[in-house]
């Protein structure tokens, strides 16, 4: 297979300067080392966490479902949260930490669960690839997590156009319900990056093909389908949610439901099996529970709740990560999914890399090339994040710098003697390189600061703050942005939600994840910008507020040279180009 690569040190790029290729020292790519690795059967891996054959359902020998009535056993362990610093576009390794740091706490006799997203075929066939860690870090099998994996994500998008199928149907059959058709926010979804999909007009060529309407469709994991899995607290949580996923309004502005189209139960029933966590493993055969997959930018970024719970109580320490940087996934994960479970992570991993340069004005082609005074003017960026961790999220914080083979001592010196200097603790993790074993003195520092602090959750904004409010204060607060602009009509849209009794729910901001602002191009640590607010969508079965800012999709496009353009099939069935 032709692919028209470049080398440059160890890593391979296209020619346009993206990795597509993360290689370790003997030449190997992520794919083929896990096809190298040697997995043990499943029911092994769930033995180690006491779990019994009638605990899971095996999907082959190395892949299982957890029965999702096991969350409410046992005593629950210490949880860590994995943020970043603001990414570049390949990405800073936060995965590929988690994973190292999971398998180095096993390594230091603590029974750990590292608990992750589930990967969508958007980055996969995009740009940013997979997300099953990198290098001797990795879940597997995964070419399987990667791609398809136990049919979670088709399932989610079954129950999104079930219910969408049911809202034209119920139209097209007199529309009891009196639906302005104009109103309906509902959306169809397909797991693909497919811009030309954004914007579609259904119905068209007469009567019986449906009612002619203005339509759309958003990537499955922006779909408010994918943010209740991942926020239901069990089967009954879970099916409440879906009765009240409002699709539109009443011509005489009343909420309509799920539960008014009567489709709620046959949601649940597509659902039964995606809402049981997966069990793997990873390279070094520690167990990993996988479920659920919301992006950060545009959904609120965590796994899910019971799979977070379920690594909890199965786990001394549980690792879970939480989506790009922590002005994202680690705000939606105080703000939403803390503010709705009740856990509380014990410590914080923010991860850097020598990478920040790109935020002191190194472009993406040159990030291989030392420059540490470039480095020094990137850093700001990181040490905000930092603060947002510690100050504004109150969550002890311990900094792993995520080393790649490009690196220089200098580099790495000056980002640990920065951080030293600002008061964190820091370590240099090597999972990449090394697995588990690179990672043990990270695993140590963080086993030292759940041991000696305490951590001092605290929520951004109240409850019965105004919807206004809410966003003004993660925009002055976490961003450190001065002010947040509304046009009339999405005023007007925030008016009737409230009015409609929505008033209390928590905020889901819809932004880059490139910036601290909602311009892209507006790198490092900006200040005294504002935030344009381009809509507000409502997501009553999530129970949240959807705040979209700036130039952000919920359905993205591929870019020029996209990864699957790399992915192949050999005559044996061995999958390559997988990164």
Request: proline share 4%; with cysteine.
């Amino acid at each position: 297979m032709k692919n028209h690569l470049s080398e440059r040190g160890q890593l391979r790029y296209t020619k346009n300067g993206t990795p597509i290729r993360k290689d370790d020292t003997m030449g190997n790519s992520d794919i083929e080392i896990a096809y190298n690795a040697k997995m043990e059967n499943i029911l092994n891996i769930a033995a180690k966490l006491q779990l019994q054959e009638e605990d899971i359902e095996l999907y082959g020998k190395h892949k299982a479902k957890i029965n999702d009535r096991l969350v409410h056993k046992g005593k629950a362990g210490k949880l860590i949260l994995v943020s970043a610093l603001t990414p570049t576009p390949a990405g800073e390794g936060k995965t590929t930490t988690t994973v190292g740091l999971g398998d180095a706490l096993n390594r230091l006799g603590k029974k750990q669960v590292i608990t992750l997203r589930e990967p969508s075929f958007g980055p996969v066939f995009g740009m940013k690839g997979g997300a099953a860690g990198g290098g001797h870090s990795q879940v597997v099998p995964m070419e399987d997590i990667n791609l398809h994996f136990t049919g979670d994500l088709h399932a989610i998008g079954a129950a999104n156009n079930l219910l969408a199928a049911m809202i034209d149907n119920h139209i097209y059959q007199g529309n009891e319900l009196d639906i302005q058709p104009q109103s309906i926010s509902w959306k169809r979804c397909v797991d693909m990056n497919d811009r030309q999909l954004r914007h579609v007009v259904s119905g068209l060529q007469g009567r019986t093909n449906g009612i002619p309407r203005e339509d759309g469709f958003e990537i499955t994991v922006a779909s408010e389908i994918m943010a209740i899995l991942c926020l239901a607290s069990d089967r009954n949580d879970l099916k409440t949610r879906l009765e009240r996923i409002v699709i539109g309004f009443s011509y005489d502005r009343k909420p309509v439901t799920a539960g008014d189209l009567r489709a709620a139960g046959a949601m649940a029933a597509i659902l039964k099996d995606a809402f049981k966590p997966n069990l793997v493993q990873t390279l070094e055969n520690n167990p990993a529970i996988i479920h659920g997959g919301p992006f950060a930018n545009i959904a609120h970024g965590c796994n899910s709740v019971i799979a977070t719970k379920t690594a909890m109580q199965l786990g001394d320490y549980a690792v879970t990560e939480a989506g790009f940087g922590a002005d994202l996934g680690a705000e939606k994960f105080v703000n939403i999914k803390c503010r709705t479970s009740g856990i509380t992570p014990a410590a914080a991993v923010v991860v850097a890399t020598v990478r920040a340069k790109m935020h002191g004005g190194v472009e993406k082609v040159d990030l291989d090339r030392e420059d540490v005074s470039a480095l020094e003017r990137g850093m700001p960026n990181l040490l905000r994040h930092l603060d947002n961790m510690t100050h504004v999220y109150g969550i002890p914080t311990v900094v792993s710098i995520n080393r790649f083979p490009t690196d220089t001592d200098e580099e790495l010196e000056k980002v640990s003697s920065l951080c030293k200097h600002h008061g964190y603790a820091v370590e240099i993790s090597n999972g990449w390189a090394e697995g588990g074993k690179g990672v043990e003195p990270l695993a140590q520092a963080v086993i030292n600061l759940v041991e000696t602090e305490t951590s001092k959750l605290t929520y951004t904004y109240k409850n019965e703050d105004r919807m206004t409010e809410k966003v003004q204060a993660i925009v002055e607060s976490v961003y450190r942005g001065k002010d947040v602009k509304w046009s009339a009509q999405v005023l007007k849209k925030i008016e009737q939600f409230e009015s409609a009794g929505f008033g209390e729910l928590p905020v889901c901001i819809a932004k880059t994840q490139y910036s601290f602002s909602d311009d892209r191009t507006l790198t490092g640590a900006p200040e005294q910008f504002a935030i344009s607010v381009r809509d507000v969508k409502l997501s009553a079965g999530a129970g949240f507020i959807v705040v979209v800012t700036g130039a952000v999709m919920t359905m993205p496009g591929l870019p020029k040279q996209p990864a699957a353009e790399q992915i192949d099939l050999s005559d044996d069935g061995v999958i390559s180009g997988l990164f």
